[in-house]
């Protein structure tokens, strides 16, 4: 009698030990899949941050490898613009600031993104003049260009001159001052930026979040 109990006891252990286990592979499953399940929810955002900002027009600034202070103390940063949209653009306006007690700006650089010339549409084409003041920017830390187009529309921006990547509107040129030590990052915000079209509804801007931003910075190694 008291063998059958002792079996009795041993087979209740025996169940108890595998339903333990198997309430702690259980467990650990649901960990396992809670854990792929956040994984794929932070991708999923992710991802669907990238396409928002390759879907909506964005202007990019540049953000170059680390400048060696050893090598050059210049540096030459590319603004660049995704896409436009379906209107011509015959003004465009942006302001960056930047540390002016760090780094000098030395002016801007004609780009790759045309304006038509004359035209409506068609081949006929030219890059645009920028209006900008160096001396002034350096002053206030902030650069401010601009390009109006007085013929109604005859010289303005167009999806239609855009290629499918690389659209440089300008480039930069900055100096770097002598306080500047390794590690330094300095920052290049684009506070405000607007491609205007004849249409204010048409237009792309900053503040009316029809325009996308994408700031750079200037890292400096050793």
Known sequence: MEEKVENLNKTDESLNIKVKCSKKKKRIVIISIATILVILLILFFVFKKDDILRSKPTLIVETP??????????VTLDVTITSLGEAKYPAFS????FDNSKL?????????VSVYNNATSGEDVKLPEFSC??????????INI??????????????????EEDNVVYRMNF???????????YDLIVEDAV???SDEKESLATLQKT????????????
């Open 195 to 197: 491609f205007a079209a």
């Open 133 to 142: 003041n160096p001396e002034q920017c350096n002053k206030s830390g902030l």
């Open 104 to 112: 000098e700006f030395l002016g801007l650089e004609e780009g790759n």
């Open 146 to 163: 601009m390009y109006l187009d007085t013929t109604g529309g005859k010289n303005s921006f167009s999806q239609e001159l855009l290629e």
């Open 211 to 222: 325009l996308k931003v994408k700031n750079g910075k200037i890292v400096i190694g050793e």
């Open 65 to 74: 490898q680390k400048i060696s202070l050893s090598q050059d103390d210049t």
């Open 94 to 97: 942006s302001s960056v600031s």
């Open 175 to 185: 100096r770097i001052k002598g306080g500047a030590r390794a590690g330094d990052v």
